[in-house]
């Protein structure tokens, strides 16, 4: 094994921040001569100024190889972007030390540098030059380029009047095809159609396993990080909560942001003939559990309370992804059911579902009318697969192996 | 934290280049890192110039109006009005324009160069590169505007039927002086401007009163016998009196070479620059957390 690419050892990152004010953020001249003179009490000028020291980055270590696709995730403030901006060189850390076996490029926000005033061939060259490349490189890929950001009737158009998805798109092509040894990619993908998000997501999956480059990939979307990258870390407040691979590291982000909002949604009304009064998610033992393994089957217990004699009633189990798309739902048969307590439990032994961070929801209906519908569980099903190992799953469906194939030789 | 077991094997040979980021280490590599960035710095320039006049209707007249009308008022004011002697033979219009493009150059790159990192800010917090670029190239750019100035010249001699000595070759050693004159402070200010944006109104300021503490309207040897030659001295600690001196010793050939204002001259000029070069080098590594 070679030594890695990115090497980050007991980082950290202090800013001093003010309280004072607040509306001017920096210093004026005055500011610094009048402290001059208060220097004797310099002891609480600090609290009196109401100075506190902010730790952005604390003690953070981690390790990237070659070729590595990393996420990094974590709330707003947890420190990413200091992260970034100290590997990409544009501010000290206070402590520590990282060693960087490689160029670097960074794109945080693309467009950095763009001129509203200069056309968008012009703008090519001073994009490109800020990034890092030289005149020539940017010549020999200028085609390549353009064509890739798909704005080649608009070249000699100031990018001013650019809409705001060609001028991305633009900036983009040029960050793209930059060829630093390592890459940092900080949300770019905020813009953009549909269409171009996926040509991004490509482009650098190809930068990093065909051209062996190293990436470092930050954003909210957890599905792009989920698809482009191998391993993750999480930050939070400033440390690293996890780091390893990229669905564990996304489930632990995802429970971590779902504890934040202890609320899952609920569409309860109040005095309904019938609610969940118990719901436990297991194996198929009886064993509670929040996550399973691909292929493992698993049940969802439920108490039901009726109050009022109801003559079609029906509970189901929904599941969504963590995109928000709705995988499966099972109900009931529509039935009678009289007052008391009933016992439901849903199985699922032969559907496979792929490894991913799923919501289950419950709900109870009558006669096609909702009574209740709940976030219940976050389910994490992780990719260990003593099961289906006959397959590789990366870039599989949702849902594994749903048909039943039957074959018959015919010659 | 793990240790790579092939940790004693030798570097390879085209093991890419290891870059290390500690507190106080940008310093290690920066002359090195500001000769690689001269692409950057060149396009920087050229994005200044070519958008420079983008959206005006006079264009590239706005760099030949404001010397040759200041020129005509200073004549028209230190000639006529207060009956200040010209050098020699020249006439008096050629001398304040000679004066004037010196000033000019500095007056502008030291404006250009004491905001170009605020205006920057975007790439500053973005992007790293050295950021003496940026001042640098903002200089750069005044330069345009001082070659559109040697053309008014050029016609204010051919006006004047006045020919230029021999000396007007070494003209360049002189512009060098004043891109370095405006160097140094433009580099001290851009970086206390990015701290404290105060200095964003001492520039114009110093452009306008530098304006009459250089002999920009008025020869220098007209001060010298108005103040005497020990104020003399202390007024040619101006780097731009032995600029301007040298610039019209250049083009009208008519006085002494200006020896003691020269020498003065690059007596500041070295200081400055070492100062603004200090100054700017220590802020440096903070701008993008303070701008």
Redesign the interface.
Known sequence: ????IIQV?NLCKD?VISHQGGTEN?????D?VSSWFKKSKIKNHASSRGLEIFHALKDV?F?VQQGEVLGIIGRNGAGKSTLL????????????????????A?L??VG??F?G??TGR?NI??NG????M??AEIKKKFDEIVDFSGVEKFLDT?VKRYSSGMYVRLAFAVAAHLEP?ILIVDEVLAVGDQEFQKKCLGKMKDVSASEGRTVLFVSHNLAAVRQLCGRAVLLSQGCIEKQGVVSEVLSQYSQQSQSASNHPATYAIKSQPAHVTRAVLERIDNRPTLSLRVGEPWQVRLNIQIDQPLSAFVASIGLVNHADIPVQTSWSTPQEFDCGTYEFIFTQEHVFLAADTYRVLLGLSNNGRTLEQKEYFTLEIIPDLPIISCMATSGCGLILNPMTPTFRRIQ | MLKPSGKAIPKTLNQPEEIIIERGRAARHYWMDLWRYRELFAILAWRDISVRYKQTVLGVLWAILPPFLTMIIMTVIFAKVAGLPSQGSAPYAIMVFAGMLPWQLFANALGSSGNSLVGNAHLISKVYFPRLIVPGAAIAVSLVDFVISLAILAVLLAWYQFLPSLQILSLPFFLVLALLAALGPGLLLTALNVTYRDFRFIVPFITQLGLYLSPVGFSAEVVREKIGGTFYLLYALNPMVGVIEGFRWCILGQSPFPTLELGLSLVTTTLFLWIGIRVFRSTEKNFADII
């Not at chain 1, 094994?1 to 890695?4: C, L, N």
């Not at chain 1, 100290?86 to 060693?99: A, D, F, N, Q």
């Not at chain 1, 030059?129 to 890092?132: C, E, K, N």
Request: aromatic share 6%.
């Open positions: 094994m070679s030594s890695p050892e800013y920096y210093q004026t001249l005055r610094t270590s390790e901006k100290i590997l990409s060189r544009i501010t000290e850390p206070t402590h520590g030390k990282v060693r960087l076996r490689g160029r670097v960074s945080l926000e950095t540098g001129h005033e200069l012009e060259f001073l030059a800020i990034l890092g030289t005149r100031p040894e």
